[in-house]
């Protein structure tokens, strides 16, 4: 029997429905909507950078224009809907999920007892306890609360004082939790004050937890690899992945298809068995643009975005600036299903302005009245995001 082929231009729609880009970024974008919103796309990355918002912010905003930080911060701080822990990265996570982390407890409590040997300064196992009882007698700690009379560094991001480094510990390996954040600042404190009770007294067996990690994986993916649905989460290994693909297709729960890549290249995947025709049921994106965050769920595997799209796209924080070839944090602009090209812009609020250094159209896009006026009214509705009123264009602005 011949394999099936989802040709690339409903792969592309597909994977944006699935990530909640290829309908209108209508909605309240606060409370159960937003809640809606993140358990679609799966987890928020959490970046501190905020050249015009921060990623989780902006992630958020892309999906919903309505969306403000407040909302966000609500749900994690007061209805306590959402925990904050890692995933690839540090990420803000539906609190239904939690059970399935406690498998991840587990397993980076021996992966980092043996790197973190390697990378801080001996003295932090040994302040566990005392963290514990600060917190416990105490209440909610910052780093700075904790280790007063242990010598801190000015510098080096990883150059943690021993209670620091304790209080990280406690956290990645369960014991305690994000409370909230003050000026992007951590608050921790005892899990069983943070992780409602439903959520945090279950655990799953390591079957039902790998059987959840590709099952979530797929359903937000639409179609992937073994390797696609491991690093999902990273909760499981890709053998787990690979096992579970195997199982899963011999019981028919799922289907081997081709996806056509944007040069036309076919990628073996596995997806749900109707995947060709719900592919073909859903509606063409709106034509709007958006302005992505370079840590969006849709380009976060940058080689599936390269695969999918044809854009290629490389993040330039820790480039030397005489090297970049674009930006410092340069933003994927979105049209549709297409991906059109990047732009460099920064919110200068002191200013009231959102500045715009460059823009760098992909190959074959023209920058006609029509798409410079949705380019403009994108970027007018990210200054108000960003709390400026206007926006101004560089000087030798479209770049070629």
């Known amino acids: 029997m011949t394999q099936k082929t989802l040709s690339n231009p409903l792969a592309r729609r597909l994977f ?37 918002a921060r990623a989780h912010d902006l992630i958020l905003y892309s999906r919903r224009h309505n969306y403000r930080p407040p909302a966000l911060k609500r749900l994690l701080e007061k209805d306590r809907a959402m925990f904050e822990h890692w995933t690839h990265d540090a990420s803000i996570i539906p609190a239904q999920y939690f059970p399935h982390w406690q498998h991840r407890f587990d397993r980076d409590a021996e992966k980092l007892r043996k790197g973190w040997k390697r990378w801080f300064r001996d003295g932090y196992e040994e302040q566990f306890e005392t963290v514990l009882t600060h917190i416990r007698e105490g209440g909610p700690v910052t780093c700075s609360d904790v280790g007063q009379d242990e010598p801190r560094s000015k510098g080096g991001w990883w150059d943690w004082h021993p ?43 390591q079957a039902e937890h790998i059987d959840w990690a590709c099952t979530s994986a797929l359903e937000r993916l639409g179609f992937a690899t073994p390797n696609e649905l491991a690093a999902f989460w990273a909760a499981i290994s890709i053998a787990d992945a690979r096992n579970w693909c195997m199982r899963a297709l011999r019981e028919g729960r799922i289907t081997q298809v081709d996806i056509e890549g944007a040069d036309g290249t076919l990628r073996p995947s596995y997806a749900w068995p109707n995947v060709i025709e719900a592919a073909q049921d859903l509606p063409p994106a709106p034509a709007r643009i958006r302005i992505l965050s ?16 044809g854009f290629f796209y490389r993040i330039e924080v820790f480039v030397p600036q005489a090297k970049r070839q674009y930006g410092y944090y340069v933003f994927p602009v979105l049209e549709g ?13 002191d200013e009231n302005c959102l500045r715009v250094q460059g823009f760098w159209p992909e190959a ?37």
């Open 16 to 52: 944006l429905h699935r990530h909640a880009l290829g309908e209108a970024p209508t909605g309240t974008g606060k409370g159960a909507d937003l809640v809606r919103v993140i358990e679609q796309i799966g987890f928020v990355q959490v970046d501190s950078i905020r050249t015009v």
């Open 163 to 205: 209670s620091k480094t304790a209080l990280e510990w406690l956290w990645r390996t369960g014991q305690l939790s994000i409370s909230g954040r003050n000026n992007f600042q951590k608050i921790y404190d005892l899990t069983e004050r943070v992780i409602p009770d439903t959520h945090r007294t279950k655990v799953p067996t």
């Open 294 to 309: 370079p840590f969006d769920p849709a380009l976060r595997d940058r080689a599936r975005a390269e695969r999918l799209f």
């Open 337 to 349: 299903e297409k991906i059109i090209g990047r732009i460099d812009a920064k919110a200068f609020r």
């Open 364 to 400: 074959g896009v023209t920058i006609g009245k029509g798409r410079m006026a949705r380019l403009e009214g994108a970027l007018q509705r990210l200054a108000q995001f960003a709390d400026c009123d206007n926006v101004a264009w560089n000087d030798g602005w479209l770049r070629c």
